[in-house]
């Protein structure tokens, strides 16, 4: 696995909770100045990103944050997927 993540600051418009096709929760970011839309995989993120996603998503709306993140390869051209690995406030 490809261990050279990219980083981003801005700030987080929306938290959407999703379910993928096997029903496992994931968390879907949409970023300011960035349109395209961050996954976040609640079986990958690290216990303290995931703890704040899911305790208390609502107050990283409107926060400026870090985040770590891996592109993921988009078969179908609906705009780029994002593995969020860490979500860190600014």
């Given at each position: 696995m490809n261990q050279n993540?990219?980083?981003?600051?801005?700030?987080?418009?929306?938290?959407?909770t999703k379910q993928d096709k096997n029903l496992n929760p994931y968390f879907k970011l949409s970023l300011q100045?960035?349109?395209?839309?961050?996954?976040?995989?609640?079986?990958?993120l690290p216990e303290n990103t995931l703890k704040?996603?899911?305790?208390?998503?609502?107050?990283l709306v409107n926060q400026t944050v870090?985040?770590?993140?891996?592109?993921l390869p988009?078969?179908?051209?609906n705009g780029n997927f994002f593995k969020v690995k860490a979500i860190e406030l600014v």
């Open positions: 993540f990219l980083t981003i600051h801005t700030t987080i418009n929306d938290i959407e100045e960035h349109p395209d839309y961050f996954y976040a995989f609640t079986y990958n704040t996603l899911s305790e208390s998503p609502h107050k870090l985040i770590s993140y891996e592109e988009n078969k179908d051209g």
